[in-house]
Nanobody, 111 residues
Framework: QVQLVESGGGLVQAGGSLRLSCAASGSIFSVSTMAWYKQRELVARIRSGGNTNYADSVQGRFTTSRDNAKTTVYLQMNSLKPEDTAVYFC??????????WGQGTQVTVSS
């Protein structure tokens, strides 16, 4: 069983930064694709080999990374905009185990 716990959300002014973290339990983290979703919209993905891709809306502002030794994935969010406000969810995907979701962390950007 995999559990994902996000942290790092909060309230920030436009132009500010936040770093989200997602700590995973279980033994399949290093071979899994990890992703961040804004509500149901894919924001960023990092594969087990380190390849990343981003939604157009965050390209150049957000960066995702992973630390397999700590079984943690990060989302560095810079130059935040009010439209980035949402609940952000961490996702782990590894067939045939399926996918798992964290509980979400609220990000609020004030103008």
């Amino acid at each position: 069983q995999v559990q994902l716990v996000e942290s790092g959300g909060g309230l920030v002014q436009a132009g500010g930064s936040l770093r989200l973290s997602c700590a995973a339990s279980g033994s399949i983290f290093s071979v899994s694709t990890m992703a961040w979703y804004k509500q149901r919209e894919l924001v960023a993905r990092i594969r087990s080999g380190g390849n990343t891709n981003y939604a157009d809306s965050v390209q150049g502002r957000f960066t995702t990374s992973r630390d397999n030794a700590k079984t943690t994935v990060y989302l560095q969010m810079n130059s935040l905009k009010p439209e980035d406000t949402a609940v952000y969810f961490c996702n782990l995907y590894h067939p045939p185990y399926g996918q798992y979701w964290g509980q979400g962390t609220q990000v609020t950007v004030s103008s």
